[in-house]
């Protein structure tokens, strides 16, 4: 069984830097590509950011481009997001997702979920 749990949200001011974190276990991480995505109340799933099985394999959404940035430790099973600032728009809980399938990643139809971490940015 594959399982997904996100660490590192919080609440910070609007300008702050945050990293996400999300621990893989149950399966070979390695063959995974992994996302990020996150949902503000009243609002759809929004894709954040995705990584390929390789590192230099990655894409982000228009919202979170030149802020954040995606990247995985093979060696530690993690994926992890590093929010750079931030803005009270980029408050949402964060989920993140696992797919053998790059485009099932990127197109929100990845097969493995975490249970999501809130994120609060306050101006």
């Known amino acids: 069984q594959v399982q997904l749990v996100e660490s590192g949200g919080g609440l910070v001011l609007a300008g702050d830097s945050l990293r996400l974190s999300c621990e893989v276990s149950?399966?070979?991480?390695?063959?995974?590509?992994m996302g990020w995505f996150r949902q503000a109340p009243g609002r759809e799933r929004e894709f954040v950011a995705a990584i390929g099985k390789v590192s230099y394999i990655t894409m982000y959404g228009d919202s979170v481009k030149g802020r954040f940035t995606i990247s995985r430790d093979n060696a530690k099973n993690t994926v992890s997001l590093q929010m750079n600032t931030l803005k009270p728009e980029d408050t949402a809980v964060y989920y993140c997702a696992a797919d053998s399938s790059f485009s099932q990643v990127a197109t929100q139809k990845a097969d493995y979920w975490g249970q999501g971490t809130q994120v609060t940015v306050s101006s």
């Open positions: 149950g399966g070979a991480f390695s063959r995974y590509a």
